[in-house]
Structures are given as structure tokens and as C-alpha cells.
């Protein structure tokens, strides 16, 4: 209505006077992504975040996400300011990693080449040799596994087993796990599919094996998004952060998009499928955030220099 109209372009003008482009995640509010849209900025998944903030011209980033996005951003653009709605905004598979106990797993097993999801801080990050997002984790370790080397894997243990499988690549995994896709149910969505039997299935590999082995199609957010479109089915069971559902319903009006079940008798909690960390994106924290530099990422420079490494390797191999 005429209230979230006012909202929108109260935001608008303070990204403009500021200087600001916004970068925001499926995951984020609606509001948030409809304030990407309309004011020139951008939304994607993590890799093409990343990519995204590296290349744009702009002095000054906001990422709606949560914090690794944010700090990708700013290892990439050192330059750049990178502003956050807010720096609270965390992620189970980055919090489950915490960078000494990496290192020292890392230690008993020299012979592996570390390959770590972007989910993680920079500290994590300047440990490894390569750094993926999820688009690209299957194509980078089966590269890597044609070389004959081994990997070492962190931190989501379900992607990492769902690579595993994929490319058939020797990989020691780290026991994380993200609190929203670790809670799709293959009971409840069988289930589901029993009721809607033409529907198609989308999984974000972060899920359970189980889960996954129901998919018609396992891919990041971007790649579930394109599944949409390209899938002649028009029912979809989403197993993925339900904040997605705002672009998969504007790409496809006519079509039916149904939340995956977190509970195995077929239904679904209010706040299971949304993560609590994207949630806190809100409107108002990024106004706030734009008002100062309280919200603004920053990263420990030599910190910085060993993070661009196999940043830079991840952007260079998707390119
Ligand atoms: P994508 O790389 O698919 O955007 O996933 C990021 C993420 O945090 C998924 O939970
Ligand atoms: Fe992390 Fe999961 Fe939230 Fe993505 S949805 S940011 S993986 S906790």
C-alpha cells in the first residue's frame, strides 16, 4: 500500500545521498529485495554477491545478507565502504567453523587441499586454497579430484557429501550444518508429493542426503530460481529459505510454489524455512546503517591479503 510506497522511497533517497548501490540476498525481506530492484542495485546468490560488489563502480556497498557476504564484499574492494543493515547478522555454518579449530585440523592433514564454502569469516577463508559457493562446489572439486588431489572440506558436512558424491573425490568433511535447510524432512515432503504429484522438487544442496535424493533439481539459489523457469512443471516444492519464493513468484505468475516441509507428518513452522540471520535485514536497520558507520564492515588488512587469495581463485575458476 501507499505506506510501504513512502517506505521504499525514503530508502531509495538515502541510498541516493548517500552514494550507496544495495547487493541483497534471495533470503532478505521482500521489502528489501523490491528496494534492490527499483533503486539499480542488485540480488543474486552468493557468488554472483560477490562478484557483483567486486565489479561495481559505486564508492559505497550495502549488502542485505549476512556477514560473510558482507565481508566478501569488502576483502574483494578494500576500497570500497561496505555497509550492513546490520553486523549481527550471522550464519550457523560460519559460527560452527571458529578459525583455531580449523587451523587446527588443517595441521594433521597437510596432504589436503582446502576447499571451504563461502559461509565462512575471513579467518576460516585465509586458511584455504580454494573458496566456493554452493553454484560452483560440484565443477571445482571434480576439477580438483581429475588432478588426483585430496580435500579437505568445511564447513557444511550435507554439501560436502553431496560433492562427494557427485564427483566421486576423496574429501574429509567438517561437521556443520546451516539451522534452515538441516530441517527439511524427506518423510514430510514424500508426503507432499503424494499430494501434489506433478510437482517438481527444488533442493539447496545444503540440505540432508535423504532430502536431496527426492530433488529433481539440486542447485544454489540463482540455479533453483532458473530451475523455475526452465522446468515445464507448474508446482514446485521449494526446499530452500522461503525468501526466494518473492523472485520465483514475480518470474513465474501462473505458477505454484509450495514450502517443503520441516516436520515429517507434511507441515511446516512459521519460522522454520525463513533464517533468523536474513531476517534481521530490515528497512529500518538499513536506514539506520546509511546514517553513520556504526553497521560498516571492516577487515584486518593482513587478514584481508590472504582471504583475496582463494577468493580471487573462486571468482577466476566461475568466470
Ligand atoms: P547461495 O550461494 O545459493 O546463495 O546460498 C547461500 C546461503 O547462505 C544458503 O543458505
Ligand atoms: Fe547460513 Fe543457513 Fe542462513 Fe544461509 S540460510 S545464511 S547457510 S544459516
Redesign the pocket.
Known amino acids: 500500500g501507499e505506506a510501504r510506497r513512502a517506505q521504499l522511497q525514503q530508502a531509495q533517497d538515502q541510498l541516493a545521498r548517500r552514494g550507496a548501490v544495495l547487493v541483497a540476498h534471495y533470503?532478505t525481506d521482500p521489502l528489501m529485495q523490491e528496494l534492490a530492484e527499483i533503486s539499480g542495485g542488485f540480488i543474486g546468490d552468493s557468488l554472483e554477491m560477490a562478484r557483483f560488489g567486486a565489479e561495481t563502480e559505486a564508492s559505497t556497498v550495502v549488502v542485505a545478507?549476512?556477514r560473510?557476504m558482507g565481508e566478501t564484499a569488502k576483502i574483494l574492494s578494500p576500497n570500497k565502504t561496505v555497509l550492513m543493515p546490520t553486523l549481527a547478522a550471522?550464519?550457523?555454518?560460519?559460527l560452527g567453523c571458529p578459525p583455531d579449530e580449523f587451523a587446527a585440523l588443517r595441521a594433521r592433514h597437510p596432504d589436503r587441499t582446502v576447499v571451504v564454502y563461502a559461509?565462512t569469516s575471513a579467518a576460516v577463508k585465509a586458511q584455504a586454497d580454494w573458496v566456493v559457493t554452493s553454484s560452483i562446489a560440484v565443477d571445482l572439486v571434480a576439477h580438483l579430484h581429475a588432478q588426483g588431489e585430496k580435500i579437505l572440506w568445511a564447513p557444511?558436512q550435507h554439501l560436502g557429501r553431496y560433492v562427494a558424491d557427485q564427483t566421486g573425490a576423496d574429501m574429509l568433511l567438517w561437521d556443520g550444518a546451516?539451522?534452515?535447510?538441516e530441517e527439511f524432512k524427506a518423510q514430510g515432503i514424500e508426503r507432499m508429493k503424494a499430494v501434489y504429484p506433478e510437482a517438481a522438487v527444488l533442493v539447496h544442496p545444503?540440505s540432508p542426503k535423504p532430502v536431496l535424493a527426492l530433488a529433481d533439481r539440486v542447485g544454489s539459489t540463482t540455479q533453483l530460481l532458473k530451475a523455475t523457469q526452465d522446468m515445464p512443471q507448474q508446482q514446485f516444492i521449494v526446499a530452500t529459505?522461503r525468501g526466494i519464493f518473492y523472485k520465483m513468484q514475480q518470474a513465474n505468475p501462473h505458477k505454484t510454489f509450495i514450502e517443503a516441509p520441516t516436520a515429517g507428518n507434511g507441515a511446516t513452522c512459521r519460522s522454520c524455512a525463513h533464517?533468523?540471520?536474513?531476517a534481521m535485514n530490515q528497512l529500518d536497520a538499513l536506514m539506520q546503517s546509511l546514517q553513520g558507520d556504526q553497521q560498516e564492515i571492516r577487515v584486518d588488512p593482513e587478514l584481508r591479503e590472504r582471504a583475496l587469495v582463494p577468493l580471487r581463485r573462486m571468482l577466476d575458476f566461475a568466470a
Open positions: 533470503y545478507g549476512v560473510f550471522e550464519c550457523s555454518l560460519d559461509n557444511d546451516c539451522v534452515v535447510h545444503e529459505d533464517c533468523p540471520w536474513m
